[in-house]
């Protein structure tokens, strides 16, 4: 692990224009991601998240401020970001092992090797035998591992993960989050995870950031000191503790 | 004794093709009922015993199946470039709106005027042959299509698109595996009613100019009163329909499960 910036965000601002008028989501946000490290961000819902991960992915441009990937500005889309959305976003059409294949197509992978891919991407998240499956035939939580490994398929740099695993259920939110920590543990890719719960926050990240109610801005970064593996026992450890409410205060203070 | 031996498939078939064949068991016993209880004269309400004897003198001397043929083919063509024109031009119009605009009105009002108005007018301009007639058939079946594939192409879901431009991928790439695919069950859904239009743009082009087809057929049975060669021809452009959307609904299972 380095400290070498990877991702950077300078004074980024920004409102939507709706028929209705202007809507300011951000208003002002700086935040670097070191090479390796597991960020998450907590926020009130409607805070900017999503804007500000979607900015970060290059899919949209900012009203101000700019966006750096390595040491230089990034104009829009790129291969080094790989981005799983909040909404379920699997194609329906295909199958489980054709939706994780899609980007490798997209970037002329030769069929054979991006099916060998995909396959073996499947089996990292558990979901070995459902190759042939249509998403509708897949749980809620075997759809988002799809997800998670198609936006692993082009082997991106950064993962930036809009609330990958919001609407699952407590348990299997739990083994999810393992499994995500077991692949970042093996890979040790940048990632960037959107969260609404702060448990989750305090468990997964090396680092917090917390965003104000919108128009959004980081009121506070916490550094998570538990040493990793962090196992079930997490609970019983002060620091752990220490940090779930941290979050919860800084949460509290943006919303006065 | 029954079950597991028969298997679901087959019990699944008939059970497809027993209500069908009931119904149209029952069709054909109502009509015959109407005809005797009413005690209608043959030029009026034929029997059906009496359209099937006309339509097997008809095809005895070999001039059933010509009619047909000819009639499929116009509609066959009619369709396929009433689709093509109809694909073609909403691709542009469903993300250029400026397109749209300088185009849609014109669209519209070429729907706007009856068919049967405009098809002497083609007529006039490409020959009697069958070139006019496959165009009246083409101009109503497109415009189904041409609003279904509008709508299927603007439908896609943002995040989709979203996704599509995260990964890079070029116009192409975006058409062939997010656009198209995901319009399909939309363009079906128009695909359905064009080809029960095209139909009757072949019959409406053959009413005003044709020497086969079933078009011709009936006009001739209206002018000599053979009532029942009116009832039969009847019946074969309902077969053609129905095969048409038949064989549609199975391109529909295979192409546009979702
Ligand atoms: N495409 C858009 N057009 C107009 N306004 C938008 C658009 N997307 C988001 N907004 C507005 O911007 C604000 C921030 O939205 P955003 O989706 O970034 O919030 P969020 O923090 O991700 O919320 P959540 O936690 O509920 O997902 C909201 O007020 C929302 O209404
Ligand atoms: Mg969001």
Redesign the interface.
């Known amino acids: 692990m380095t400290d070498r910036p990877i991702l950077m965000a300078r004074h980024i601002a920004h409102c939507y224009r709706t028929p209705r008028g202007e809507v300011r989501a951000l208003r002002e946000v700086s935040l670097t991601l070191r090479r390796g490290e597991f960020v998450c961000l907590v926020g009130p819902s409607g805070c900017g998240k999503t804007t500000l991960l979607r900015i970060l992915a290059g899919l949209l441009h900012p009203t101000r401020g700019e966006v750096w990937l390595g040491d230089q500005p990034l104009r829009g889309p790129d291969r080094r970001i790989g981005i799983m959305f909040q909404k379920d976003s699997l194609l329906p059409w295909r199958t489980a092992l054709e939706n994780v294949r899609l980007p490798l197509e997209l970037s002329g992978w030769p069929g054979p090797e991006a099916a060998r891919r995909a396959q073996a991407l499947l089996e990292q998240v558990g979901l070995q035998g459902f190759e042939h499956a249509y998403p509708r035939e897949l749980s809620g939580g075997m759809q988002q591992r799809v997800a998670l490994a198609r936006a692993l398929a082009a082997d991106p740099e950064i993962l930036l993960l809009d609330e990958p695993f919001a609407t699952l259920d407590a348990i299997t939110r739990e083994r999810l989050n393992e499994m995500l920590i077991g692949l970042w543990e093996r890979q040790r890719k940048t990632v960037l995870m959107v969260t609404h719960d702060v448990h989750e926050a305090a468990w997964l990240a090396d680092r917090v950031l917390v965003m104000s109610p919108r128009p959004g801005t980081i009121v506070a970064e916490i550094q998570v000191p538990s040493p990793r593996p962090r196992g079930a026992d997490r609970w019983s450890h002060p620091a752990f503790l220490q940090t779930v409410w941290a979050i919860r205060q800084a949460l509290g203070d943006g919303g006065g | 004794m029954h079950g597991k031996a028969t298997g679901w498939g087959t019990w699944h078939r008939t059970g497809i093709w027993l209500p069908r064949a009931g119904a149209a068991l029952l069709f054909v016993l109502l009509w015959s009922l109407v005809v005797r209880l009413g005690d209608y004269p043959p030029f009026i309400l034929p029997g059906p015993e009496r359209v099937a004897a006309r339509m097997w003198a008809l095809a005895a001397e070999g001039s059933l199946w010509r009619h047909w043929w000819a009639t499929a083919v116009e509609v066959g063509l009619g369709l396929g470039l009433g689709v093509a024109v109809g694909l073609i031009l909403a691709y542009p119009l469903a993300h250029w709106r400026l397109f749209e605009r300088m185009v849609a009105p014109y669209l519209v009002a070429s729907q706007a005027v009856p068919i049967v108005a405009i098809a002497p007018l083609l007529i006039i301009w490409f020959g009697p042959g069958l070139l006019a007639r496959v165009l009246v058939s083409a101009l109503i079946a497109f415009f189904p299509v041409l609003i279904a594939a509008i709508a299927g192409f603007r439908q896609v879901p943002p995040?989709?698109r979203?996704?599509?431009?995260?990964?890079?991928?070029t116009r192409w790439?975006t058409f062939w595996?997010?656009e198209w695919?995901?319009a399909?069950p939309t363009i079906f859904g128009g695909l359905k009613i064009g080809a029960t239009l095209s139909v009757i743009g072949a019959f409406v082009g053959e009413l005003i100019s044709a020497d086969r087809g079933i078009g011709f057929l009936i006009k001739q049975g209206q002018g000599l009163y053979d009532t029942p060669l009116v009832f039969g021809g009847i019946l074969l452009l309902a077969s053609q329909a129905l095969l048409l959307y038949g064989v549609i609904s199975a391109l529909e299972h295979r192409w546009?499960?979702?």
């Open positions: 995040e989709w979203e996704l599509f431009r995260s990964l890079q991928a790439q595996k997010l695919p995901a399909l546009a499960r979702r």
